[in-house]
């Protein structure tokens, strides 16, 4: 019997399960009216009807971050609030309609009513451009500091990741792999899953200490201790292990700037054996960067939250060739998943 603070191992059953998009369009959606409310304050929708222009433009004009605003301006055109011409944002009749100061529709005064702490960090990250985390303080260091911190977020991801991990087991073709290293694997999900379907596959999970309790009990409790084994470390300080079949990152790079992913790839690609493959499980933003409300809101959420986002395929696929690889092969995975592998070059 499990005891209450046990994290319940992934079934094979998860991954006949319905797919997680309306939970992730759930989750993406939680900072839709903070993106309004802070365009509004910042004055972006009076200005961009005044004289549409691009992100960066407009973030010069008014002294403003242009990665946050980028981020920001895509999330209010996938909401159907601005639309894109030749690389400017306008405001679209509905923007025009409720989010111009000066008329008696102007919905300023509500959207002032719902503003709280995600507002905030909306702002923050438009008009500085660093990520709010918890109330300003950065959340791989606060897991570092409290495990009480730590271990929700781990619960969270686990939860978030059972239905992926075990879609992805049930189609990944692992051949003869023997090793898999993941990096930034939380508790184990991706690899707990991959191993239980692949008997031949030894799987390390590379994250923080403070995920090492729940970790170890959810590995024994799955079946699989000594096939999958917890390296607790930074994954940026620590040593990896060479010689991998494959590298597996789940929902990592999209925590990170760019160069924060480049560190993460050229380890990643010393680590693999001549013939080994990474793997990037994530979500991908289409090329236009706004043609998907949740993708749109979730990169939004990502860069409040870790100071990272998402990315278009051309731009993974840049930094990929940046870090030493070769051509990519991308699969649409599961719900707003894709599945991105790639060999050395
Ligand atoms: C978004 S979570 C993804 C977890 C897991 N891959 C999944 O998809 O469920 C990012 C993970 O990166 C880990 N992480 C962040 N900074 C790290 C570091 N410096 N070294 C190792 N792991 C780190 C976090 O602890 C967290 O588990």
Redesign the pocket.
């Known amino acids: 019997m499990m005891s209450d603070s046990a994290l319940l191992p992934v079934a094979d059953a998860d991954a006949a399960a319905p797919d997680d998009t309306l939970m992730m369009d759930v989750l993406a959606s939680q900072y839709r009216l903070s993106a309004v409310a802070v365009a509004d304050r910042l004055g972006l929708f009076a200005a961009l009807a005044e004289a549409p222009s691009s992100a960066a433009a407009l973030a010069s004009d008014r002294a403003l971050h242009p990665h946050g605003t980028a981020v920001l301006l895509n999330a209010l055109a996938a909401q159907g609030l601005l639309m894109v011409h030749g690389g400017a944002y306008h405001p679209t009749a509905t923007a025009r309609s409720f989010l111009l100061p000066g008329t008696a529709r102007h919905w300023g005064p509500m959207l002032g009513l719902g503003w709280d702490e995600r507002c905030t960090a909306v702002r923050t990250l438009v008009t500085e451009g660093t990520p709010f985390g918890y109330r300003g303080k950065g959340i791989?260091d606060t897991?570092n500091r409290s495990r009480h911190h730590g271990e929700l977020?781990?619960r969270a991801?686990?939860a978030?990741?059972a239905g992926p991990a075990a879609a992805l087991a049930a189609r990944l073709e692992l051949g003869d792999c023997t090793s898999l290293l993941?990096v930034?694997?939380?508790v184990g999900?991706?690899s707990l899953a991959l191993a239980g379907r692949n008997p031949r596959l030894t799987a390390q999970v590379?994250?923080?200490p403070?995920?090492e309790r729940l970790a170890l009990r959810l590995i024994e409790d799955s079946g699989l201790t000594g096939r999958v084994r917890l390296r607790a470390?930074?994954?940026?300080g620590d040593p990896w292990p060479g010689e991998q079949d494959r590298v597996l990152f789940?929902?990592?790079l999209s925590?990170w700037d760019d160069e924060g992913c480049r560190t993460l790839l050229g380890r990643a690609r010393k680590a693999l054996a001549p013939d080994g493959r990474l793997l990037i499980h994530q979500v991908l933003l289409d090329d236009s960067r706004h043609g998907s409300d949740s993708a749109a809101g979730y990169s939004l959420a990502l860069a409040v939250m870790t100071g990272g986002r998402l990315r278009t395929l051309p731009e993974l696929a840049s930094l990929l060739a940046q870090s030493g690889f070769g051509a990519c092969v991308t699969t649409p995975a599961y719900g707003h998943y894709s599945l991105i592998t790639v060999r050395p070059d």
């Open positions: 791989w897991h977020f781990a991801m686990h978030h990741s993941e930034g694997g939380g999900t991706y590379l994250d923080l403070v995920v470390g930074d994954m940026f789940a929902d990592v925590d």
